[in-house]
C-alpha cells in the first residue's frame, strides 16, 4: 500500500463477500484513531485491532464517492473536548465492532482543552471495494456536528419547496401550513446548526436522565440537577449518546460557564449505572486544599473534602501558569507546615481559609504580580518579596515567636482587618526596601517594635501597633 493509504481488514472482506451472497448490508458505524505506539507502521489485512487506540467516536457522514462508484468516502469529527494525542492509525468498525478497513494516517497531533487551543478535527477516510453496494449508507443521528454537504442538501430541498410553493399561485391556506418536507428540512437545518452557530439548548431537569447527543445549558440554581457538585452554577454540557459500540451507554461532558478553558468535568452511564462526575482537566481556577480528608493525586482538588488535595506543595504545583484568570486557593480548617510560593505571574492569585482554625506555620511569597490573603493564621508571620500589588485582610499573627508580623521587601499593597502581636525579637510590620503599603484597622502589642521602616513608606488609617520601641523609620523611611 501507499505510503499513507488504506485496505480493508481479512475481516471486513469476508463481511463483504458474506453480504453479497446473503443480499445483506455491512453496517459501519465507528471510526477510531490510533498513535501506532509512537510510530508509523504498516498495517496488515489480519489486524482485528489498532496498534494503540486513543479515541473512538460514530461516523458522521458515509457516501459514495460521485465520481468512483466503487469508492465509499467515510467522515468524522473529532470534538474539542478529546485530544492530547498523535493521530498515526485509523481504523472503521462495524456494528458489532469488527474491524472492517485500518489505514495509515499523515501524523497530526490532536490538542486538548487544557492546552489552550479548541480545535475541532474532521478526519477523511476512503475505503475501495469492488462493491459499495452491499455497505450501509447512513449517518448516524447522534452525531451533533453536520457536514457541509448535509447542511446544503437540506438547504437546497427547502429551496425546492419554495420554489414549488410559489409556482402554485392558487394554494390555499392549509397548503401552506403542509408543504411536503418543507417543516421537516427546516428542523433538520436547525438541529445541524445549534453547534455550528454554538447554541445550545436550555435544559434544567435531572442531567442522569438526558440522554440525547446534543448541547445543553443547565443551571443549579433553575432546578437542574446532578450536574457537577460544584463550582459555578450554571454549566454548557455536551451529550454523547452510544448507540452501537456500547449498547446505550452515554458520556455528558460539563464545562463551566464563565471559563470554559478549564473547569471541564465528565460523568457516564454504563451497564446501568451512572459514574460520578469527575474533572477531566489539569488546570484549576478553584483549588481545594484538605489537610485531614484530601488526596494527592490527578483528578483531586476541584472541590472541598475528599475531593480535595491533602497538602499545600501538591496543590501549588497544580496552580495554572500565564493564564491571565483569577485562581483561588481554599484552605479547610487545620494546620499546614508551609506556604512557599515565588514567581507566579498567573494572574489574581486569592489564598483563603476557614477564619483562626486555618493554621499555616511558615509563609512566604516572592515575585507575584498580584497576591490576595485572607481569613487564616500564620504562626511565623507573612515574609511578601517583590509581591507588586497585595491584598490581606483578616491574616493574624498573634503567636510569641521570633522575627516579624508581616515583613515587605520591594512589596506594594494593603493590610487591613488583622492581629501582629508578641514578635519579641522583631516588628510587628516591617517595611524594607521601597516597600509601600498601607495599614488600614490593624493592631498588635508585645512587640520588640511595633512598626519598622527602612528606605520604604508605611501609611496608617485607625491602626495601632505597639512595641518596646513604638515605631522607627530609618535612611528616609516614612511613617505617615
Not at 463477500?17 to 504498516?42: P, S
Not at 440522554?211 to 445543553?216: A, D, F, L, V
Not at 514567581?343 to 507575584?368: C, E, K, P, Q
Not at 487591613?416 to 521601597?434: E, F, P, Q, R, V
Request: charged share 15%; proline share 3%.
Amino acid at each position: 500500500m501507499a505510503q499513507y493509504g488504506t485496505i480493508i481488514t481479512n475481516i471486513g472482506l469476508a463481511q463483504i463477500a458474506n453480504a453479497q451472497i446473503t443480499q445483506t448490508k455491512v453496517g459501519l458505524e465507528y471510526i477510531a484513531l490510533g498513535d501506532g505506539n509512537g510510530a508509523h507502521y504498516v498495517p496488515t489485512q489480519n489486524q482485528t485491532k489498532l496498534v494503540h487506540e486513543v479515541w473512538r467516536g460514530p461516523i458522521a457522514e458515509l457516501s459514495i464517492d460521485p465520481t468512483n462508484s466503487n469508492r465509499i468516502i467515510i467522515d468524522a469529527v473529532v470534538p474539542v473536548t478529546a485530544g492530547g494525542f498523535t493521530i498515526r492509525e485509523i481504523g472503521i468498525f462495524d456494528d458489532k465492532n469488527n474491524l472492517i478497513a485500518i489505514g495509515q494516517y499523515p501524523e497530526k497531533y490532536k490538542p486538548q482543552l487544557s492546552e489552550g487551543v479548541s480545535e475541532e478535527t474532521i478526519i477523511h477516510f476512503v475505503i475501495e471495494t469492488n462493491n459499495a453496494d452491499v455497505v450501509k449508507l447512513t449517518i448516524d443521528p447522534t452525531v451533533i456536528i453536520a457536514s457541509r454537504n448535509y447542511v446544503d442538501g437540506k438547504v437546497a430541498q427547502v429551496q425546492k419547496a419554495l420554489t414549488e410553493h410559489s409556482a402554485e399561485s392558487n394554494i390555499n391556506a392549509h397548503k401552506i401550513g403542509n408543504i411536503d418536507g418543507l417543516q421537516t428540512a427546516l428542523e433538520e437545518i436547525a438541529d445541524s446548526q445549534m453547534t455550528v452557530n454554538g447554541k445550545a439548548i436550555e435544559y434544567n431537569g435531572d442531567y442522569n436522565l438526558l440522554r440525547k447527543s446534543g448541547w445543553y445549558n443547565g443551571s443549579q440554581s433553575w432546578g437542574a440537577k446532578n450536574l457537577p457538585p460544584t463550582g459555578p452554577a450554571s454549566y454548557l454540557v455536551e451529550v454523547i449518546a452510544w448507540s452501537g459500540y456500547n449498547e446505550g451507554s452515554v458520556t455528558q461532558f460539563a464545562r463551566s460557564s464563565n471559563k470554559p478553558e478549564v473547569t471541564w468535568f465528565r460523568q457516564g452511564f454504563a451497564n446501568g449505572n451512572w459514574n460520578p462526575w469527575t474533572r477531566v482537566t489539569d488546570a484549576l481556577y478553584n483549588i481545594y486544599v484538605d489537610p485531614v480528608n484530601g488526596v494527592d493525586e490527578d483528578g483531586k482538588g476541584w472541590s472541598d473534602g475528599a475531593n480535595a488535595y491533602k497538602t499545600l506543595g501538591y496543590a501549588l504545583g497544580k496552580l495554572p501558569r500565564l493564564s491571565g484568570y483569577e485562581t483561588t486557593l481554599t484552605l479547610a480548617a487545620g494546620t499546614y507546615s508551609t506556604l512557599n510560593l515565588s514567581n507566579y505571574r498567573g494572574g489574581l492569585l486569592t489564598v483563603r481559609g476557614a477564619g483562626a482554625t486555618t493554621v499555616i506555620d511558615w509563609i512566604m511569597f516572592s515575585h507575584i504580580d498580584n497576591l490576595q490573603l485572607r481569613d487564616f493564621n500564620a504562626v511565623m508571620g507573612l515574609d511578601l518579596r517583590v509581591v507588586n500589588n497585595f491584598s490581606i485582610q483578616n491574616v493574624n499573627s498573634p503567636y510569641g515567636t521570633d522575627g516579624h508580623g508581616v515583613y515587605c521587601l520591594a512589596s506594594s499593597g494593603m493590610i487591613s482587618m488583622s492581629t501582629y502581636s508578641s514578635k519579641t525579637s522583631g516588628a510587628g510590620i516591617k517595611l524594607d526596601n521601597g516597600s509601600n503599603v498601607v495599614l488600614d484597622t490593624v493592631s498588635g502589642s508585645g512587640n520588640k517594635i511595633g512598626i519598622d521602616v527602612e528606605l520604604s513608606i508605611c501609611r496608617r488609617r485607625a491602626s495601632s501597633i505597639t512595641g518596646t520601641t513604638p515605631t522607627r523609620a530609618l535612611h528616609g523611611g516614612q511613617i505617615l
